[in-house]
């Protein structure tokens, strides 16, 4: 693997969403678009050079 060779990061949103109590049960769909939304401006700020994001979502 090489500096251009981004590297592959797998998101599984319900243990992402679900480990901080703010009311995303009201909301799941909400709560998922959020944080791909979030993922999508941010990215993965530890990760230096390019990224692959995959955001696994329910239903």
Request: proline share 7%; no cysteine; aromatic share 4%.
């Amino acid at each position: 693997m090489n500096a251009n060779t981004p590297v592959l990061v797998v998101v599984d949103a319900a243990n992402v969403v679900g480990s901080v109590p703010d009311g995303w049960w009201r909301d799941r769909r909400g709560a998922a678009e959020r944080l791909r939304d979030r993922l999508a401006s941010e990215g993965v700020p530890a990760v230096s050079g390019p990224v692959e994001i995959v955001l696994v979502v329910e239903g």
